[in-house]
Nanobody
């Protein structure tokens, strides 16, 4: 079993930056990819980006491409979502997720098996 703990959210002005963290515990071989998703009230959870845990391959949603970057530490225990040039429409609850089935940075929410508890990001205009 893998446990993910989200942190790093907060309130930031438009144009600012935040870094979210996702600390993973449990068998490291159970994480093949880590994804980031976000959700606002009344809407479905949407894909933000993902990284292949064993390498550096990444994928991003068009809405964040060029502004957000995903990385992980060398020990493969923590993933990061670096968010730059934040916009009010980026306001959401952000979740990290881990896939034990796909080694690619997959976009499909159904490919993820473990989820963090979420961290709120609020961007003021």
């Amino acid at each position: 079993q893998v446990t993910l703990v989200n942190s790093g959210g907060g309130l930031v002005q438009a144009g600012g930056s935040l870094r979210l963290s996702c600390a993973a515990s449990g068998p490291p071989f159970m994480i093949l990819a880590m994804g980031w998703f976000r959700q606002t009230p009344g809407k479905d959870r949407e894909f933000v980006g993902a990284i292949a845990w064993g390498g550096s391959s990444t994928a991003y949603a068009d809405s964040v491409n060029g502004r957000f970057t995903i990385s992980r530490d060398n020990a493969k225990t923590t993933g990061y979502l670096h968010m730059n040039n934040l916009k009010p429409e980026d306001t959401a609850m952000y979740y990290c997720a881990a896939s034990r089935r796909s080694a690619r940075p997959v976009r499909e929410i159904g490919e993820y098996d473990f989820w963090g508890q979420g961290t709120q990001v609020t961007v003021s205009s």
